[in-house]
């Protein structure tokens, strides 16, 4: 998407470089602030609803994978929140730690320190169903079918 984010870039991604194969993927997850009301997805929609544009959501910065995941979740749901972009994971993290944002939808190994200290909570899942290592942590695509978005990386 980088293309597509940025009007000038000194490479063409698709006739500059050639795909090798996929090497991982890692799920994300729907983080909140500790101190949030909602206790689960169902009720953030409900929130967000109900104080359009209200609710914060943080991302790594403008065009990344948590961008365009939060607004994909954040269209399919009908709900509108503000968007703060970051320069990087670290300062969007302390800032859900901090109570600044509301909701980050992120990596589980950036999300599950600041769970661990009771900064943030989980609500959600962003995988095709419940992951076995989480069974009581529902999916999105519970409450908004075919929802999907993980982070991937690979060879070109």
């Given at each position: 998407?980088?293309?597509?984010?940025?009007?000038?870039?000194?490479?063409d991604p698709e006739r500059d470089f050639r795909a090798v194969g996929q090497t991982t993927t890692?799920?994300?997850?729907?983080?909140?602030?500790?101190?949030?009301p909602p206790q689960n997805f169902s009720d953030?929609?409900?929130?967000?609803?109900?104080?359009?544009?209200?609710?914060?959501?943080?991302?790594v910065g403008e065009g990344s994978m948590t961008h365009i995941?939060?607004?994909?979740?954040?269209?399919?749901?009908?709900?509108?929140?503000?968007?703060?972009?970051?320069?990087?994971?670290?300062p969007a993290m302390?800032?859900?730690?901090?109570?600044?944002?509301?909701v980050m939808l992120t990596a589980e190994i950036e999300l599950l320190p600041q769970v661990r200290a009771g900064r943030a909570r989980i609500l959600a899942v962003a995988t095709p169903s419940r992951m076995?290592?989480?069974?009581?942590?529902?999916?999105?695509a519970e409450v908004l079918p075919g929802y999907r978005v993980e982070f991937w990386s690979g060879l070109v």
């Amino acid at each position: 998407i980088t293309q597509f984010a940025f009007s000038s870039l000194p490479y063409d991604p698709e006739r500059d470089f050639r795909a090798v194969g996929q090497t991982t993927t890692a799920p994300m997850m729907l983080g909140v602030r500790a101190d949030l009301p909602p206790q689960n997805f169902s009720d953030l929609l409900a929130l967000a609803r109900a104080r359009p544009g209200a609710l914060t959501y943080a991302s790594v910065g403008e065009g990344s994978m948590t961008h365009i995941a939060t607004e994909l979740l954040r269209q399919r749901a009908g709900v509108e929140m503000l968007h703060v972009p970051y320069r990087g994971s670290g300062p969007a993290m302390i800032d859900l730690a901090g109570g600044r944002v509301d909701v980050m939808l992120t990596a589980e190994i950036e999300l599950l320190p600041q769970v661990r200290a009771g900064r943030a909570r989980i609500l959600a899942v962003a995988t095709p169903s419940r992951m076995d290592r989480y069974p009581d942590l529902p999916a999105v695509a519970e409450v908004l079918p075919g929802y999907r978005v993980e982070f991937w990386s690979g060879l070109v």
